[in-house]
């Protein structure tokens, strides 16, 4: 299974002491916008000279780094960040390519997926994601969510993510994760996996259990009871599914009304194994005479795609070819009446279509529903069923497409690196061992105009190193920070806590040394803030 990575682009310093500064063009405010930019300049007079410390060329957002064998220099211009979520130090943005839809989806749940390749989440967030928060562009509306999957020792997540709208053709709409808070829980907001599915949605089944008889409805209204010998809980197009064997296995929904509806979408990702004519994906049935009051499934030949319903006069529709042994596949099944059509869907197109003006049922409700079979456990599906959702609405052509798109496609969801709540480098040990730094105010510039500003290590927790107060410089050095040995640990330099009293440009001068462990050995790095 394809997942995102977030991922910064590092700017490496070889040599001796084997470090890597990271840009990040993220600050924050709590009074004022502001207009910062910050300079490094590697200095000629460190006592380190062989081999020389090397920042090698690259760029990040809008910043161009400078470099040659003996000296490197950054500048940068951004403002100040506005809204950070109070007490939650990492964020990272998430973005959406939804250049292929043509509709606002309103209330349209998204997977969001991390892996392994997503460092700087897995070593900030709780073990068990208590402090993850999904926020909207707003940087102010929370967002309802669902955990499909949150495994911390081999560093999976699946979060259904319910985002109030996604813009028609926008390639702009993002919305916010936020975690590293170490003493939270979860909040009201990921508490209910149902509130992260809108009200049409009768049943939404991620096959998320793993073991056990139950497969769990998010919806919280409809969960459904395993049959069969064995257990057959497996991986799926996302996160979890269930490998039914075609001989014994299939799942039954306890009868219900909210499933009487004569208008309904009916989605899947299915894999099946052996393709046979008229096994069901999903399936209603009346609970005297047995026939189905409406089917999802293998048609008359054993790789078409079949919709029924009604009962006992059915209304049938079949798309050739359309099932594939081994592979997967998103599939759809839509009863429009409202605008007399029926219609199978594969991969958010359509596979199939009819014109429809009747739902000829006569059956009685509240009837059973079976998953992998009928609701007798006849006509049993073999293969692999995954995300199957049931919705009391036709869905758009739309919203079809971008669950396809947004379940398969990874590239339509983008992430910019982590940002760290008033972050501007990123030092980063590249070799086993460790280093001490601390930072040092060298000269200032009309610092009067600054009422604070505080300079800090960050790694989780602030150590801070320059702070300014009332238009003083109130601490002018600080304490020595271990870097600990071994590639990967790190620490960010913050500046945040910005309050300015009048307009003007102040500066800050500032040495970041790199020291040898209990010796005198050391490299200068000048900082230069610029705060307009």
């Given amino acids: 299974m394809n997942k995102h990575r977030l991922r910064g682009r590092p700017f490496h310093v070889t040599g001796c ?7 990040l063009l993220s600050f924050a405010c709590t009074d004022v916008s502001a207009s910062l930019k910050f300079s490094i300049l590697k200095q000629s007079r460190t006592t380190i000279t062989v081999p020389p410390v090397v920042l090698q060329a690259g760029s990040a957002g809008n910043s161009t780094i400078y470099a040659n064998s003996t000296s490197a220099q950054v500048s940068v211009s951004a403002t100040v960040a506005q809204g950070w979520l109070s007490n939650f130090p990492y964020r990272e943005k998430i973005t959406f390519n939804n250049s292929a839809i043509s509709e606002n989806l309103v209330n349209f749940t998204v997977p969001i997926i991390f892996d392994s390749s997503n460092t700087d989440f897995w070593g900030h967030v709780q073990t068990n994601g208590n402090d993850t928060r999904f926020i909207d562009a707003d940087n102010t509306t929370k967002l309802y969510y669902e955990f499909e999957t949150f495994n911390h020792t081999s560093d999976d997540m699946v979060a259904w993510v319910k985002v109030p709208q996604i813009d028609a053709s926008s390639t ?5 994760i936020y975690y590293g808070n170490s003493t ?3 909040d009201s907001y990921s508490s209910r996996s149902s509130n992260a599915w809108d009200s049409n949605y009768v049943a939404v089944y991620h096959f998320k259990d793993g073991s056990g008889s139950r497969i769990t409805d998010s919806t919280l209204r409809n969960n459904a009871t395993l049959h069969g010998s064995g257990s057959h809980w497996t991986n799926g197009q996302i996160g979890g599914a269930y490998n039914f064997d075609g001989t014994n296995d299939y799942a039954i929904i306890t009868a219900s009304t909210a499933f009487d509806v004569s208008t309904y979408t009916i989605e899947a990702w299915a894999k099946p194994n052996t393709t046979q004519a008229w096994t069901n994906i999903m399936a209603q049935n009346d609970t005297t005479t047995g026939p189905s009051k409406f089917q999802f499934s293998a048609g008359n030949s054993a790789t078409n795609l079949a919709s029924d319903f009604g009962g006992p006069t059915w209304h049938s529709l079949e798309a050739t070819s359309a099932l594939s042994n081994n592979a997967w596949n998103s599939y759809a099944d839509r009863i429009d009446m409202a605008n007399s059509n029926q219609s199978l869907w594969k991969n958010g197109t359509i596979a199939a279509s009819q014109t429809q003006t009747t739902y000829p049922c006569t ?6 529903i079976g998953i992998g079979a009928d609701a007798f456990g006849a006509y049993k599906f073999k293969g692999t069923i995954d995300e199957l959702r049931f919705s009391n609405i036709a869905r758009s052509a739309n919203w079809i497409k971008a669950c396809y798109q947004y379940q398969f496609d990874r590239s339509k969801l983008t992430y910019r690196s982590v940002e760290i709540v008033g972050a501007v480098l990123k030092v980063a040990n590249q070799v086993a061992s460790a280093w001490n730094l601390n930072l040092r105010v060298y000269n200032s510039s009309n610092i009067a105009r600054l009422s604070n500003a ?3 290590f960050r790694d989780g927790t602030s150590n801070d190193q320059i702070v300014v107060s009332n238009g003083n410089i109130a601490q002018s050095e600080g304490a020595l920070y271990n870097l600990p040995a071994g590639a990967g640990s790190a620490v960010y330099i ?3 806590n910005i309050q300015t009293n009048a307009t003007g440009t102040s500066y800050l001068y500032i040495y970041l040394k790199v020291l040898v462990p209990n010796t005198s050995t050391y490299s200068l790095y000048i900082i230069t803030f610029l705060i307009t």
């Fill in 17 to 23: 002491l084997a470090l890597a500064l990271l840009l």
């Fill in 172 to 176: 702009t709409d993002y919305i916010w």
């Fill in 454 to 456: 505080i300079i800090s």
């Fill in 494 to 496: 913050s500046m945040s």
């Fill in 184 to 186: 939270v829980n979860f």
């Fill in 363 to 368: 059956y009685a409700n509240g009837s059973a």
